[in-house]
């Protein structure tokens, strides 16, 4: 499963952007899906989390009331609403994707993928 993020740009302090995360491949359904970012000089931080339903979602604090994580499972896409961006929430941005799919010869297997990233600037 491949997956491809856009959206990515700079954006005013309170501003707004949306992020999307839309996963390819052949014969898959994917599981929980994940935000993760990774701010100039600095190791990766989680941001959200949503299952295959879309009804359990977290947040990190950092972004809670103020991110919001959805999807469509009918379009395979991942998407991150971004309300009132800080200059803090600058930063690659990436999503992670579990998954389950069928093999060369007929078998489900578990898998896991990531995307290549989506910078995101917040400045004015």
Do not use: H
């Amino acid at each position: 499963v491949q997956l491809v993020e856009s959206g990515g740009d700079l954006v005013q302090p309170g501003g707004s952007l949306r992020l999307s995360c839309a996963a390819s491949g052949s014969t898959f359904s994917t599981d929980a899906m994940t935000w993760v970012r990774q701010a100039p000089g600095k190791g990766l931080e989680w941001v959200s989390v949503i299952d295959d339903s879309g009804t359990l979602i977290e947040y990190a604090d950092s972004v809670k009331g103020r991110f919001t994580i959805s999807r469509d499972n009918a379009k395979n896409t991942l998407y991150l609403q971004m309300n009132s961006p800080r200059p803090e929430d600058t930063g690659v941005y990436y999503c992670e994707a579990d998954y389950i799919y069928l093999n060369s010869v007929g078998v489900w297997e578990v898998g896991r993928s990531w995307g290549q990233g989506t910078q995101v600037t917040v400045s004015s």
